[in-house]
């Protein structure tokens, strides 16, 4: 009598298949080199050029509805903004990252890890994320921070990460829950009115 077919195993090949095509894919962990792939986007490193096309995105009262600072019409203080966060991620090695369409390299946005020394009593580290009202909806901004996340905790080995989300922004507090963080504590952020609501990702 042969062996028992296995009829519930998968191939080797055809899982790390499927599994290629969920995963983002990540081709170096150095911010200056750093390149992430998903099925639509290439996430890359900030440049001082992408001041030009993030200018929208800062001037748009929509995009910045929720925000504590903003609109910016102001395209200096744009370019203050992206050359600031390039110093960032070259200091601490990760950081925000320009959201472009794969195809024509395009950008969509951005999305990103922050550092903040004391965030209600504590060091944390958080995902934000904004894309020019034009791409919204269409899950770009999902496909763009699970990806950041996937590389916060198996790269870059970060442990916890935060997103602080105005409890009226329906597309954060969605967009958050679709890539796995749960909701922890309300937290009141310095010169705001109202609480923001802290959501976690723990690896
Ligand atoms: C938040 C933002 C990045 C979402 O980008 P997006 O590409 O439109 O998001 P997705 O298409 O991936 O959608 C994510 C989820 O939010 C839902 N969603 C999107 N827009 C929504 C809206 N206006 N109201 C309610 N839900 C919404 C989607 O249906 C999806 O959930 P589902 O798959 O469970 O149905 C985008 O709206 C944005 O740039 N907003 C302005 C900046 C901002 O508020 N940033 C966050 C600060 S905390």
Same mark, same amino acid.
């Given at each position: 009598?042969?062996?028992?077919?296995?009829?519930?195993?998968?191939?080797?090949?055809?899982?790390?298949?499927?599994?290629?095509?969920?995963?983002?894919?990540?081709?170096?962990?150095?911010?200056?080199?750093?390149?992430?792939?998903?099925?639509?986007?290439?996430?890359?490193?900030?440049?001082?050029?992408?001041?030009?096309?993030?200018?929208?995105?800062?001037?748009?009262?929509?995009?910045?509805?929720?925000?504590?600072?903003?609109?910016?019409?102001?395209?200096?203080?744009?370019?203050?903004?992206?050359?600031?966060?390039?110093?960032?991620?070259?200091?601490?090695?990760?950081?925000?990252?320009?959201?472009?369409?794969?195809?024509?390299?395009?950008?969509?946005?951005?999305?990103?890890?922050?550092?903040?020394?004391?965030?209600?009593?504590?060091?944390?580290?958080?995902?934000?994320?904004?894309? $020019? !009202? /034009?791409?919204?909806?269409?899950?770009?901004?999902?496909?763009? +921070? &699970?990806?950041?996340? =996937?590389?916060?905790?198996?790269?870059?080995? $970060? !442990? /916890?990460?935060?997103?602080?989300?105005?409890?009226?922004?329906? +597309? &954060?507090?969605?967009? =958050?829950?679709?890539?796995?963080?749960?909701?922890? !504590?309300?937290?009141?952020?310095?010169?705001?009115?109202?609480?923001?609501?802290?959501?976690?990702?723990?690896?």
């Amino acid at each position: 009598m042969g062996r028992p077919r296995r009829t519930h195993r998968v191939r080797p090949q055809v899982a790390r298949r499927a599994l290629k095509l969920l995963s983002p894919r990540i081709y170096s962990n150095c911010y200056t080199r750093l390149m992430i792939t998903t099925e639509r986007l290439l996430l890359r490193p900030l440049e001082t050029s992408d001041a030009g096309p993030l200018a929208e995105l800062f001037a748009d009262p929509d995009v910045m509805r929720y925000s504590d600072d903003g609109p910016h019409q102001d395209n200096e203080w744009v370019g203050d903004w992206v050359s600031a966060r390039i110093k960032d991620a070259r200091e601490s090695g990760f950081g925000v990252l320009a959201v472009t369409d794969r195809a024509n390299g395009g950008i969509l946005g951005y999305c990103g890890l922050v550092t903040h020394a004391e965030l209600d009593g504590q060091p944390e580290i958080s995902i934000g994320y904004r894309l $020019i !009202k /034009r791409y919204w909806g269409h899950g770009f901004g999902s496909e763009a +921070a &699970s990806a950041v996340m =996937a590389h916060a905790h198996s790269a870059l080995r $970060i !442990k /916890r990460v935060v997103a602080t989300i105005d409890p009226h922004n329906d +597309a &954060s507090l969605r967009l =958050a829950k679709k890539i796995g963080m749960v909701y922890e !504590k309300d937290v009141m952020l310095p010169g705001y009115t109202y609480p923001d609501h802290l959501y976690t990702s723990v690896d």
